[in-house]
């Protein structure tokens, strides 16, 4: 499992400086694509090779204004709820503040697993510091320096030895893609329309209501995976309450499949959430197909429309197929899956080295890297290095001098080289041999 750990407390504790050092714990070599939009209030990270979800809740102030909570904490509650796990940063320089034991009110009755973290310690001695915040009365504080690192590895190893370790076998040898979109796109009128025609093999139940649903299913004999990120609204209940859009629970379906499908609503502009979910879509680099639904209904103009903000707002999608759908009216479901298949086998490819090396050389004739000073970088041979994305580890010498546009040459050149359609592919360069 992959859990979420959502980070509170009051403005200036040092929530964003945590959370930065938390989501940049990649591999050294694996420098990440230049240019993608990124949302700073939720990321991934990874400790050895156990990976996590952060969540920034950017800022609780618990000030009950008239009754009603803040908007911020009530977003800050919902990321509470929707999480597994809860570090409460509390400022070690300034001690603890009538806001702070507000805030560890709240989090004991939320009945998560919370973590206290007293920041900005450094220099300062722990347990002097930490000692003013037992009265919090949750768990043992620890201290924290998240500006220079200080005892963040251990914090988070901590939290993390909580959660069950992923087994390695969880991962489908089939298509198993989620279903994902903004509130009313029409995912449950998809999720119906797909399931109405296919043979369900096994129906979860989801432990939770944050959780998705995942149904398998065949369709010409073919085995399926589809999560359901609206939770599957009963047929016919239409009164069933729109259900609070959740990006943690978003999040967790894309890392969980192998395709993402990502539905927009022709009739609609294409909006920030929208753009943010494709964003994180590619982030996590998940095959993807598009389908943009509610076709049947939009006129000219709508139709123009999304066709113009597609290439204008979502242009880092390129790599993926899109689709013109009406899930009402059950048209373009085949052609779907047909890009879902396509997708997903993109994702799982496995290429010889011989291959990729010769398709570097190729490259590499048809366009040098350029001179960086008096060195030119040289790209000896390549292997792959994983799937889902694939990813192509390129060996050679003085490989971090070669430019963002170079890297992006070779990437390309890869996909289309190896027809790759639907899925990002990965070139990360290795020193030496
Ligand atoms: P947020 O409002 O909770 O997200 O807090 P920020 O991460 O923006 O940090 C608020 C201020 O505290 C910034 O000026 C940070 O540089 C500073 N800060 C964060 N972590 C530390 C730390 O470990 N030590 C010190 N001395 N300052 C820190
Ligand atoms: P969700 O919130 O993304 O699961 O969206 P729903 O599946 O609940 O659909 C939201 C609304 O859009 C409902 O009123 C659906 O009947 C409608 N809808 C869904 N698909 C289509 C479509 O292809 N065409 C039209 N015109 N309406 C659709």
């Known amino acids: 499992m992959k859990p979420t ?21 990649r591999d050294a070599l694996v420098a990440d694509m230049p240019g993608l939009t990124r ?17 920034d809740t950017g800022g609780f102030e618990p000030v009950v204004d008239e009754g009603i909570l803040h ?48 920041n900005k310690v450094e220099g300062m001695t722990r347990g002097v510091v930490v000692a003013d915040f037992y009265e919090l009365g949750l768990t043992e504080p620890t201290a924290i320096s998240a500006s220079h690192g200080e005892g963040v590895r251990e914090l988070i190893s901590e939290v993390l030895e909580r959660f069950p370790v992923d087994e ?19 995912k449950s009128t998809l999720v119906n329309a797909v399931l109405g025609e296919e043979r369900v093999i096994a129906f979860d139940q989801p432990g939770t209501t944050r959780d998705s649903v995942y149904i398998d299913f065949e369709r ?11 939770g599957m609204r009963r047929r016919g209940k239409i009164d069933d309450v729109i259900e609070k859009f959740s990006v943690i629970k978003t999040m967790q379906a894309v890392t969980d499949a192998n395709v993402a499908v990502l539905v927009l609503d022709a009739t609609q ?35 123009d429309r999304i066709k113009r903000e597609i290439d204008r707002k979502l242009t880092f999608l390129d790599f993926a197929k899109f689709h013109y759908i009406s899930a009402l009216r059950g048209q373009g479901v085949g ?53 889902n994305p694939p990813v192509v580890v390129v060996h050679g010498n003085a490989l971090e001098q070669i430019p963002a546009v170079y890297w ?24 030496g041999d």
């Open 5 to 25: 750990i959502a980070l509170v407390g009051r403005p200036n504790v040092g929530k964003s400086t945590l959370f930065n050092r938390l989501t940049k714990t």
């Open 39 to 55: 949302d700073r209030h939720y990321g991934h990270g990874k400790v050895g090779d156990r990976p996590y979800f952060v969540v």
């Open 71 to 118: 908007e911020m904490a009530r977003q800050t509650l919902q990321a509470v709820d929707e999480a597994d796990a809860v570090i409460f940063i509390v400022d070690g320089r300034t001690g603890i503040t009538p806001q702070d034991k507000i805030i560890a009110q709240r989090l004991r009755e939320s009945q998560r697993p919370v973590w206290v973290a007293v």
């Open 168 to 186: 390695e076998s969880a991962e489908a040898d089939h298509p198993k893609f989620a279903v994902i979109g903004r509130p009313n796109v029409g």
């Open 220 to 230: 010409n004999d073919r085995h399926y995976t589809i999560i359901d990120t609206a």
């Open 269 to 303: 502009e294409v909006s920030d959430q929208d753009a943010r979910l494709a964003s994180f879509v590619l982030e996590t680099g998940r095959a993807l197909v598009v389908a943009i639904n509610k076709w049947e209904s939009a006129d000219e103009i709508q139709r």
């Open 335 to 387: 052609d779907l899956f047909k890009s879902i298949d396509q997708a997903y086998h993109a994702a799982m490819i496995k290429i010889p080295t011989p291959k990729l090396t010769r398709a570097l050389q190729l490259m590499v004739e048809r366009q040098q890297p350029p001179l960086s000073g008096k060195i030119r970088p040289k790209l000896r041979y390549a292997h792959q290095g994983g799937t």
């Open 408 to 431: 992006r040459y070779l990437e390309r050149s890869f996909m289309t080289m190896f027809k790759l359609q639907g899925t990002p592919l990965r070139v990360q360069f290795k020193r």
